[in-house]
């Protein structure tokens, strides 16, 4: 089983504020989406205050939470790190200021990483209009935005009606 860590580096989100994302997203995890796909992970919150965990597990995934996006209008995106992990970055004050959700930005970088390597067509939808198309090879298809910065692919816009249609 895969482990992710989400890692609370904002200003403007509590670790007591992320515990209950970082619940749900377990509960939907392992009950909605590993059934389907086969695939479950153990969310695990990392506190900044030192009171609970403050280092992640060895070969954990990690999921930064942090405050202002450095790619323009991206509320989120993944990449890896140097040693070829997953990667995912989503940011509080960014989501904040567009009006959509942090437990959906975290949920939808969370099932994107999770879904990264099966071969299917991940199409993502704000409202009736198509963000991007993904293969999980990276490969985008006509009409994906490219990203700036190798394999980063920005979450854009307001997410509060994103669909995963396989």
């Known amino acids: 089983m895969k482990t992710i860590a989400i890692i609370n580096e904002s200003s403007v989100v509590t670790d007591a504020q992320l515990e209950p994302i970082c619940q749900a997203i377990q509960v939907q995890v392992s009950r909605d989406f590993a059934p389907a796909w086969g695939i479950d992970a153990k969310i695990f919150q990392l506190w900044k205050d030192g009171c609970v965990d403050t280092e992640p597990p060895d070969g954990a995934w990690w999921l930064i939470v942090g405050d202002t996006s450095d790619e323009l209008g991206a509320l989120g995106y993944h990449d890896t790190t140097p040693e070829g ?56 298809h006509q009409h994906a935005e490219q990203g700036a910065h190798g394999q980063r692919r920005p979450v854009r816009g307001n997410l509060s009606h994103v669909g995963l249609l396989l």
């Open 85 to 140: 992990l997953p990667l995912a970055k989503v940011f509080a004050k960014t989501d904040i200021e567009a009006k959509s959700s942090l437990s959906v930005t975290i949920s939808h970088e969370v099932l994107e990483r999770l879904l990264g390597h099966h071969n299917v067509l991940i199409r993502i939808f704000c409202g009736r209009h198509l963000l991007r198309r993904l293969r999980p090879d990276g490969a985008k």
